[in-house]
């Protein structure tokens, strides 16, 4: 009885992992799985394009504003960003990069 448990679920997981509703990333720890995914924030400061969302996952990985590589939200009680990594996944960590010119760099 188990056996046969053991290899539906077996059939489930392939299924689904072939369909795309799965991925597995074999273990890898060094992956960004936010790199080029839709992103979203809060606001946009200025209504500025360079300053949308897309901008902190896009691979460019300079600190300032001056390199186009960085995203900002308006002045607000409560930004927030967010990414759609596609399916669900079992994240173990979040790297941030803050920028580096201006405030001290204490921006997040």
């Not at 992103?39 to 691979?59: E, F, T």
């Not at 504003?65 to 009680?77: I, K, M, N, R, V």
């Not at 996944?89 to 941030?96: A, T």
């Amino acid at each position: 009885m188990f056996a046969l448990i053991y290899n539906l679920l077996q059939f489930c997981y392939d299924y689904l992992r072939r369909a795309g509703f799965i991925r597995v990333l074999e273990g890898r720890r060094d992956v960004n799985v936010a790199l080029r995914r839709p992103a979203w924030q809060s606001s946009v400061y200025l209504n500025n394009a360079w300053r949308r969302a897309d901008k902190s996952n896009d691979g460019n990985t300079a600190t300032t504003f001056a390199d186009y590589s960085c995203s900002s939200t308006g002045h607000e009680l409560h930004p927030w960003w967010a990414v759609d990594l596609g399916s669900p996944l079992h994240v173990d960590g979040v790297n941030f990069t803050n920028r580096a010119e201006g405030v001290g760099g204490c921006r997040l």
